[in-house]
């Protein structure tokens, strides 16, 4: 379409990239909340220091929920194959995230009206499971991304799962759900150290570098294993990044090691992996050193880093088809029209800056240490 200022092989990487920006998003913003919800148990000892961490993510958890809205909404927009053979394939485990997710709204609402221990620690409970079970299988599905879905799809592109839940529990998978929650777990941890005091900031630093160290160890038996143990995917015929999306129209072979020739083609994205390493070994260190605001922002540079090592291994693919490899979803055969690709991009240009500077706004407010004396003074407090 001559109108149209952007090529189509240009916004399909553009959509591929604001695609990998949503995901991060969520994985810091809402990892964090997901992280601190793991650590409940373990960093809160009593009632009132696990209302602290409540209050802690209690007024922004919603909001961060908006870079999964977004995510999912762009991939249903700007890639509707993957989006129909992701929800439909991995529906249950996607039901299990959500069953989680909601315990986590409850949990906050209902918690609180009744003093009996029982009935909190009940939903302390519910309020760790909501943090543990999304934090994994997040991973987990990552790690079937990367194995390959047993999919198929018909003349006509209608998708055909093959695979049950429990398949995608294979033990590369579950290695990467570990990763994504030691991951969280050290943006948790660093947010409690830095917004809390005494002995809950001193548990958060304690569990915080264990679980940096523990994601330092799988990021780097993980990449070993993709290495060695895993076969990746490579096309095998002509690449055409400009056609209407058909992902019949190539053929794709099983590689042992093809998940990282992106990184022997173009060497700059080494940066990535290299991000991930740097950025937890040095939240490791400012927790131990009792630097919070540096410890922060080095755990989302480790989550920004193990997030793009896993997007820039993939390119091109979006979801490999470990039935018929030659079904696997590409980023230049299953993507929306040129067109629609433009206006949505002509969207995202008009409200991500002001979701950008609103996200921002509420944090700015709601900054400040979390203690029980402060929750005493406000009377909206968990």
């Known amino acids: 379409m001559d109108f149209i200022p952007i090529d189509y092989e240009s916004l399909r990487i553009i959509w591929w990239a604001l695609l990998g920006i949503l995901l991060i998003g969520f994985a810091i913003m809402g990892g ?17 220091e696990r209302r602290v961490l409540l209050n802690l993510i209690g ?43 909601i315990l986590r709204p409850v949990g906050f609402k209902f918690r609180g009206k009744i003093t009996d221990r029982r009935w909190r620690e009940a939903w302390d409970w519910a309020l760790f499971v909501g943090g543990f079970v999304p934090s994994v299988i ?122 990282l020739a992106n990184y022997g083609n173009q060497p700059w994205m080494m940066i990535a992996p290299f991000l991930g390493f740097v950025g937890l070994g040095l939240a490791v260190y400012y927790l131990g050193e009792r630097w919070n605001v540096p410890a922060i922002l080095a755990s989302g540079l480790a989550i920004f880093g193990i997030v793009s090592t896993a997007g820039l291994s993939l390119f091109p693919f979006l979801l490999p088809s470990s039935f018929d490899p030659d079904a696997s979803l590409t980023v230049w055969d299953a993507s929306s029209s040129h067109l629609t690709l433009f206006i949505m991009l002509i969207a995202t240009v008009i409200f991500l800056p002001i979701i950008l500077a609103y996200t921002s706004w509420v944090y700015k407010v709601m900054s400040g240490p979390v203690t029980p004396k402060s929750l005493g003074r406000n009377p909206n407090a968990y």
């Open 32 to 48: 964090m909340d997901l992280g601190i919800g793991a650590l409940l148990p373990a960093v809160a000892r009593t009632d009132e």
């Open 59 to 101: 007024p922004t958890w919603e909001g961060n929920q908006v870079w999964l809205v977004l995510g999912g909404g762009a991939i249903f927009a700007a890639w509707p194959p993957l989006y129909a053979v992701s929800f439909s394939g991995f529906y249950l485990a996607m039901i299990v995230i959500l069953l989680a997710l």
């Open 138 to 259: 997040f991973g987990v599905a990552v790690g079937n991304v990367l194995l390959g879905a047993p999919f198929s799809l018909d003349a006509t592109l209608r998708p055909q799962y093959l695979g049950t839940f429990f398949g995608l529990l294979t033990p590369f998978a579950l290695l990467c759900g570990l990763v994504s929650l030691a991951m969280v777990a050290t943006m948790g941890a660093s947010v409690i150290a830095a917004r809390t005091e005494g002995a809950i900031a001193q548990r958060a630093r304690i569990y915080g570098r264990w679980a940096g160290l523990a994601a330092l160890g799988l990021f780097g038996l993980g990449g070993l294993w993709v290495a060695f143990g895993i076969e990746g995917y490579v096309i095998t015929s002509t690449v055409v990044t400009d056609a209407a999306s058909n992902p019949l129209n190539k053929t794709v072979a099983r590689q042992a090691g093809a998940w």
